[in-house]
Structure formats: structure tokens, C-alpha cells
């Protein structure tokens, strides 16, 4: 069973920055992506990429504050999230897909879920 194990979540102050990493015991994906669920709000893609390209794509709201990268040789997926907000204030969830879908953030083009790491940004 393909397992996504994410780690590096935390509390920071606004402004602040937190690395997340994603490892998977699977290298056949496509693509992978991070998703994020705050209380009370539906889950919203943050940031995804391709495994074959390195093409990146982000959610309008952390666009040109947070980063996603790959290790292909670790097999593990990273954010690196810069400038934090209250408002990013979430569960972080990586997520990795069996097709490359065009830098989609749709849930049911995702094949395998993490458990998530909680990020609290306080003001």
C-alpha cells in the first residue's frame, strides 16, 4: 500500500517561514500536490507539480510565497512556504496522482492521500 508521509508542520508567527516534506514509498506518480484544510472551510489546493517535467502550478493565494520542489533520488516532495499568514493556518495534506493532469487541483485526479501536518500562523 502506497504510504505519503508528511512532516515539518509547526507554529510560527505571521511573516514567518516552515519547510513541509512529503515521502513516498512509491515512485511511479506523476504528479504531486499539497492540499490544505482549515476548520470549517472545504480543502484547497496550495501547490503542485510534475514528477516528469518539474512543472510547478499554485493556488492564487500562496502564488510567489511558497515553493514546491522534488527530490527524485530521496523520492520525497517539499513546500517551502515564505511570508506566512494567519490565514494559512491549516492541515496540510500531500497528495500524489497516477496521471499528469495538467496542473490540476481536483481531489479525484488524486490516487493517495497523507495524513497531514497542522500549520498554525499566529498575528
Known amino acids: 500500500q502506497v504510504q505519503l508521509v508528511e512532516s515539518g508542520g509547526g507554529s510560527v508567527q505571521a511573516g514567518g517561514s516552515l519547510r513541509l516534506s512529503c515521502s513516498s514509498s512509491?515512485?511511479?506518480?506523476?504528479?504531486y500536490a499539497w492540499f490544505r484544510q482549515a476548520p470549517g472551510k472545504k480543502r484547497e489546493g496550495v501547490a503542485g507539480i510534475s514528477t516528469s517535467s518539474g512543472a510547478t502550478f499554485y493556488g492564487t493565494s500562496v502564488k510567489g510565497r511558497f515553493t514546491i520542489s522534488r527530490d527524485k533520488a530521496q523520492n520525497t516532495l517539499a513546500l517551502e512556504m515564505n511570508n506566512l499568514k494567519p490565514e494559512d493556518t491549516a492541515m496540510y495534506y500531500c497528495?500524489?496522482?497516477?496521471?499528469?493532469?495538467?496542473?490540476?487541483?481536483?481531489?479525484?485526479?488524486?490516487?493517495?492521500w497523507g495524513q497531514g501536518t497542522q500549520v498554525t500562523v499566529s498575528s
Open positions: 497528495a500524489a496522482a497516477r496521471l499528469w493532469v495538467g496542473g490540476s487541483f481536483r481531489e479525484r485526479d488524486y490516487n493517495a
Open positions: 512509491e515512485d511511479s506518480y506523476r504528479m
